[in-house]
T-cell receptor, first 115, second 112 residues
Framework: SAVISQKPSRDICQRGTSLTIQCQVD?????MFWYRQQPGQSLTLIAT?????????ESGFVIDKFPISRPNLTFSTLTVSNMSPEDSSIYLC????????????FGPGTRLLVL | RKEVEQDPGPFNVPEGATVAFNCTYS??????FFWYRQDCRKEPKLLMS???SGNEDGRFTAQLNRASQYISLLIRDSKLSDSATYLC?????????????FGKGTKLSVKP
């Protein structure tokens, strides 16, 4: 298993600003993922972040809006840029410790409200 | 057709009841299947993987029908603590590693 922490746990931001969310894992993992869960919706994968390479974004998500850093095997950041109220959501990071797609462990999430 | 479809519920059942959730998926190439549980205002946590032969973990039984692209979860002897949203999860297009597709979840409320 893996223990994952996220900062901040929640935030209220003004439109047009940016917020960087941090994800810290207690062990080295190759694959880290960023998801969004909008109210009443399922989790949607934003991007896959692998250390030493550019993040891979899913359809509908772009690097300019959601830049990601992955400086080492235990840490990643997701920035939500130029925010609008539509970005209000829960943002979760997750890891696949085995790399065999047996399971993913999720961080507690960051609740973002954009006014 | 949505990639993973679930009955959103809510399912309101008394303690001790047996309840079943169903899920269908659209990608016939999917290779991995899971049920996750998400408590209110919490992150999703793995409940169990789903194998072709079906698998059981205590009061929980998961089954997979690849021909029908159908997954089920059966909960026997429901407890109050089973109240949560149950997410059906399959891996993504082409079985690409790490790309999990989540259903919207089925909400279960177990009443005394």
């Amino acid at each position: 298993s893996a223990v994952i922490s996220q900062k901040p746990s929640r935030d209220i931001c003004q439109r047009g600003t940016s917020l960087t969310i941090q994800c810290q894992v207690d062990s080295q993992v190759t694959m880290m993922f960023w998801y969004r869960q909008q109210p009443g919706q399922s989790l949607t994968l934003i991007a896959t972040a692998n250390q030493g390479s550019e993040a891979t974004y899913e359809s509908g998500f772009v690097i300019d809006k959601f830049p990601i850093s992955r400086p080492n095997l235990t840490f990643s950041t997701l920035t939500v840029s130029n925010m609008s109220p539509e970005d209000s959501s829960i943002y979760l990071c997750s890891v696949d410790p085995t790399g065999r797609q047996e399971t993913q462990y999720f961080g507690p999430g960051t609740r973002l409200l954009v006014l | 057709r949505k990639e993973v479809e679930q009955d959103p519920g809510p399912f309101n059942v008394p303690e001790g009841a047996t309840v079943a959730f169903n899920c269908t998926y659209s990608n016939s190439a999917s290779q991995s299947f899971f049920w996750y549980r998400q408590d209110c205002r919490k992150e999703p946590k793995l409940l169990m993987s789903v194998y072709s032969s079906g698998n059981e973990d205590g009061r929980f039984t998961a089954q997979l029908n690849r021909a029908s692209q159908y997954i089920s979860l059966l909960i026997r002897d429901s407890k109050l603590s089973d109240s949560a949203t149950y997410l059906c999860v399959v891996n993504g297009p082409g079985g690409s590693q790490g790309n999990l597709i989540f259903g919207k979840g089925t909400k279960l409320s177990v009443k005394p």
